[in-house]
Each structure stands twice: as C-alpha cells, then as structure tokens.
C-alpha cells in the first residue's frame, strides 16, 4: 500500500481531477449574474450523468457548460435567451424542466386530471356512502356458528 | 465447498417455495387440514434454506474466497470487515438473495404469528407470498446466480464502490427492502381476501400491523438513503427525484394511503375494495421499482449493473403478479359491498381524501418517472423530467394533504360538526401563523417556502398535540394513559410537521459560500469566522486521502473544528468527497474541501444548513410513530387468541 501512495497522490495532485461541481474560479464578480447562473445551472441536465444537474455534477461536461451558461450571461443574454442557446445544441435533453410544448402537456395535466378525476370519484361514493340504506348485520355462516357455540360451551 | 451448500440450498428454497404455493392452495380450496398444514413448515423451511444459502454468501464474503465470481467483482482484501458483510448486498446478486430472504422472512412469520388467522385465510396468505418466492428464487437463480465460480481464482478482488462504504449506505438497503419486500404480505393478504371473496373488519386489523412494518421499515430506509445523500455526495442534497429514489417513494405513498384507508375498513366495514386495490398496487409498485433499479430501462445514478435479460424477467413477473392480481380482482371486487354509512362531514370522508391526494401524489411521480420512456417510445421526443418538474406537480398535494389532516385526524366518525373540529384547533392554526410571521420576519426577502413550511409543520404539530390533548378530555394525567394508537398517531403527524419545517427552511434559508482558501486565512460566512489550518495527507485502510482541518468561530461564542477529506480508493479508482459536519438542533455545520489550486490555496466550500435534521428527525418520529401502533394492546390482545369471530356489526348511524 504504502508503496503505491506516493505516486497516487502526486497523480492526485497533478491532474487535478474535478472532483467538485461548482469551482471557485467559475464564478463571476457580479453576484446578480452569478445567481442566475446557479439558477439557469439547477434546470439543466448533465449529459453524462445520470439525473444530475449541471451546478451539482463532478463531469468535465458539466464544468464546460457551466462556463458556457456564464460567458452567454456575461455576452448580456436574457435567462430564457442563454437556455435556449443551450438547448439548441443539445436539445432537449438538456433541459430538466420539460417544456409544456405537444405531447408533454400530458405530462403537466396528469396531475392536476388525477386530482378532479379522484375527487370525482370520491363525491360520488361519499354521496352513496351518505344515502346507503343501513346494512343489515349478516347472518353467521355455518362455521362461524359453530365456533360460536365451542366458545360459549368453553 | 460451503458455496456449493449455499448454492443447494437456494435450490432446496425453491423446490420448497414451489410446494409452498401449491399443496396449502389446494388444501384451501378443498378443505384438507393436513394440506393446509404445509404451508407453515415449507414457509419455515424455506426461510431456513434461505438463511443457510445467505450465510453461505456472507462467508464467502467475509473470508475473501475470490474464485467466486461476485466476491471478486465487489470485494477485495484492504476492505474493512463491516464493509466485507455489507458488501454481500452492495451488489445485484447478493441484494436479491437478500431480498428473497426478508420475502421468505415475512412468509415464515406469518406462519409463526399467524395463528390467529382462519386456516384457510393463512394457507392461502402462505400460498401466495410462496408464490412470489418461486418466482424471484427462480429469478435469481437463472439470470443472477451468486455462487458462479472462476475458473482461475485472481489473487485480489476489485472492492466495492467506494460510494458504498459508509455506515449510512450499508444499512440502507436492508431497510428498503424491508420495506418493499414486506408489503408483499399485503398484497398476498389482498389476494387471499380475493380468492375467498371476503373482506371485513378482522381481515383489515390483520392486514393492518404487516403494512405498518413494512412501512416503517421503508419510512427509515429511506431517511437513511436521504440523509447518506446529504453527508456523501458533497452538497448537501438530500432528495434528487432520481427514478430509483421515486421507485422507493411512490411505494411509500400507496403504503401510507394504505394505512389509513386499511383503518376505516377495520373501524367502519367501508373502503373495502378499494384498501385491496391498493394493497395490490402498493407491492406492484415496489415491483415496478425493482424493475426500475435492475433493469435499465431508466438511467439513473444508482443502476446495478444492467440487463436486458433481468429486466424482461422482471417484467415478466410483473405482469403475472400484477396483472393476475387486478384480473382476480375485477371478477371479485364488486361482490365486497360496503356497510358502513356516514355524512359528508366524517372522519371517513377524510380519511377518503387523504387517499385521494396520496394516490394521486404517488401518480404524478409515476408519470414523471416514466415520460422520458414515454416521450421517446410514442412521440420520438428525447426528453428529461427532473427535480424542477416534480417540485412544481408534487408539493401541491402534499400542502393539500397537510392542510387537511389534523382535521381529519380529530373530527369524528360516521357524522360531525365542522365548526367544533374547526374551534378546537384554533391555537394550532395560531401557532401555524405565529411561526410563520416569525419565520418571515427572520427570513426578509428570501423565498416564500420558508414561512408556508413552517406555518405547515406548525399546524401539523400542533394539530398532533390537540388531537391528543383532545382525546384525553383536556386531563393531563391521562394523557399518559392514552393507547398506543393515539401516541403513535400523533408521533407519525408531528414527525410529518418536523420532516416539513426541516424541508422548508432548509432550503429557503441554506448559505453557500465556495472560494479558494489560503492557509490561515479566514474568511465570514453567515456569522462565522472560517479558517483553513492545515492539510495533510493520510492513509487509510483501502483508500488514500487529503485531510483538512478548518476552524469555524462564531462571533463571540462556539468555537467548531471539522475534518473534510478527499479521498481516493486505489483499487476501484474512484475519488470520494467526505465532508465534515458539526450537527446541531438548529444549523449543520458543513465544509468540503477541493482541490488545491494554481498559485496556491484550496478550493473550500462552506455551507450552513439550517433545521437540516429536523428532516429526517421527522422521518424517524413518523417511523416511531409506527411502531407506537404496532405494540397497540389491539394487535397484541389479537395475536393472543385465537380468534376467527365474525366481524363486529356496523353501528347504526345515530
């Protein structure tokens, strides 16, 4: 082991790997343009990884993106106008938040269809619930008559 | 050899899980006592098989035997031992090995504790849980057998991602599926009812502890993973919406919407077949997620290694579970008329609420879940669905639901007054406003989510402390005495306020600062004085790792030294970020430490986290809450005899 840990962590040192997301020399003076970046950032995918957003992801990629999204802030871009720029070279993969545009629209009414569908359905059992004539209580059946009667005679 | 034995006696545990789910179903059906009396011993059997096979793999395991393939793929020599043990399920083979073993676990103590239940009721119970266990044993045996051997033993394994190797990880998925696994014995009960075409109030308060463990279970497994996220990843971060976590959630919501409507079928003979419904549904669902986690259909950050194959198995027994589950019930859910009546106005009517949103809840996660596949199968659209989107569908729910439930919670059955419910809860709704004017005025001008999270939580909690209040006629001295069912009640809705207040502030009101620190130099983040001291390297077992010590001082008070490491593991080549956190009631204390930059200084992270673990506080009181209930005199008192009484009659309404 021991042999093994000083070229390792000259290794370590040298290359530098990103082993952090967002890093200090990546963040701009103007702390206004610099929340919007970190906000922009949360809603856009890392491509590489698996469900992370590029302010939270270690990748290369997202590092590069991430200055990406600060140079067009810097350019005097609007938020939407740097997103857009962004999704138009990746697509819309990129984007976390999926657009309300076509067949994702399903996506965004299921929620709220769900709710009026599931309380539609609750009103109308609430309403038979409420008017239900009263159960009679059922007889017992033959077994449970008989276990009756073992526990009374014990 | 001792894998050989573990490898036979997972064979064993399937010719016996296939006994399992024939000979008690056909001693049900035409009344044998002794086929019946199978079922018992083959489900004791088969845990015992189950076990010797899981020993088997943990030994092999614990003494390092690489010529077995899945020791040498996951473990390696340098690894501490308590990571040796965990190692057995830190991977596809041996989590599902132990996955069968909680199955055939909850299988045999039905058995055990079942004696109360009708004979026939239990055979069928054991039947069907048997049949699950035939299913996933042949699974594991066909596509993911753990006792494959090398040919040429290598001299050292490839350890197991170093990710998972923290205590919080290692005991998170026994927890999980725990959870997953135990509303298995839901849906066999469902099944059964259906088989019998019987379902009342004795079946419910049956039904009722199993989805109560199984719950609790998923409820602490899931904190853990939470809260591992938290410390591990180097962010602070606790929930990501990542397919597998919501596999793991959505089984959560139908469990708890499961809880409560599993209540009004045993108190009011109501909700009848919808509780099974969603008996069925709740153990779908964690099927769905397994399908989720294994078969990389869905990318996400925790897949085990993938399949095509496990996954079209997988989705096979899906499909013969589920689908012969909701076919048997839609030949018998209507027979199951309910009796109880009750006004508009009524516990019930809560309680069906309360279903309404946790149903549909779990169902904007599943659609979220599922769209990428989707959009992309049915409309050609590569797309993604992240955390921005489920924060926006999800929450509403979840503040309807919490709007809603001390309500719910205090008013009576069958028929009550609004007003009187409303009037009693005045200081909870006081204490909601009190906490959220105060949260608003600490928190001027940052966002709204801190003080509707606390107005939330604060209603929750109060809510929780009348209800018992109430419920004890105002007398302090009985508060104590109240039953379990109470406390545990109240315990699960205050966690839930906790777990609300926690997310919320911790969110609204986190302070970040990244930069690049030079030795001795400090800097102020949010009221402390932070200084880098010192970095060093330092050896550990099976890693290497770069140690800073960093000093925060508050203005004229504590003082807090922390450790943050940046390791490395040599042989799975993984670099890990551990960052150091001083835990406290009202603020984590938490520091990262970076890479060492050109010119000299560290890159250093500090955040503040304010109620963090009031987070996962609240998700351990919910669950001790759980437990409160679990040992309620009822379940108790009902495991002592040997009952099979009919069902209490429905009282008349007024």
Known sequence: ?154 | MIAEIGHFTLVLALALALVQSVIPLVGARMRWASWMAVGPVAATLQFVCLAISFAALTHAFVTSDFSLRLVYENSNTLKPMLYKVTGVWGNHEGSMLLWVLILALFGASAAWFGGALPDQLRARVLAVQGSIGVAFIAFILFTSNPFLRLAQPPFDGRDLNPLLQDPGLAFHPPFLYLGYVGLSMAFSFAVAALIEGRVDAAWARWVRPWTLAAWMFLTVGIALGSWWAYYELGWGGFWFWDPVENASFMPWLLATALLHSAVVVEKREALKSWTVLLAILAFAFSLIGTFIVRSGVITSVHAFANDPERGIFILAILAVFVGGALTLYAARAPAMEAKGVFGIVSRETALVLNNVLLAVAAFVVFVGTIWPLVAELAFGRKLSVGAPFFEAAFTPFFVLLALILPLGAMIPWKRARPGRALRSLLPAALLAFALAALAWAVGTGRPILAPVGVALGGWLLGGAALDLWQRSGGQMSRIARLPRADWGRAAAHGGLGITFIGIALMMAWNVEDIRIAKLGESFTVGGYQVTLDSVEEVEGPNFLSTRAKITMTREGGETVVLHPEKRIYPVAAMPTTEAAIDNGIFRDLYVVIGDPQEGGGWAVRTYIKPFANWIWAGCIIMALGGLLSLSDRRYRVAAGARSAAPPPAAQPAE
């Open chain 1, 1 to 154: 082991m021991r042999w093994l840990a000083a070229p390792l962590l000259a290794l370590m040192l040298l290359s530098a790997t990103p082993s952090l997301s967002v890093q200090p020399d990546e963040i701009l003076a103007d702390p206004a343009l610099e929340a919007r970046a970190r906000g922009i950032s949360a809603g856009l995918r890392c491509l590489v990884c698996r469900n992370e957003n590029i302010d939270e992801s270690n990748a290369g990629l997202a590092r590069d993106l991430r200055l990406l999204v600060r140079e067009r802030l810097v350019a005097g871009d609007s938020d939407d106008a740097v997103v857009a720029y962004v999704v138009d070279r990746y697509g819309e993969y990129v984007l976390l938040n999926p657009t309300t545009s076509g067949a994702n629209l399903i996506l965004w009414i299921a929620g709220p269809a769900a709710l009026l569908v599931g309380l539609g359905g609750a009103a109308l059992y609430l309403r038979r619930r409420q008017n239900a004539p009263e159960a009679g209580v059922a007889p017992l059946s033959d077994d449970e008559a008989k276990r009756l009667a073992e526990i009374l005679k014990s």
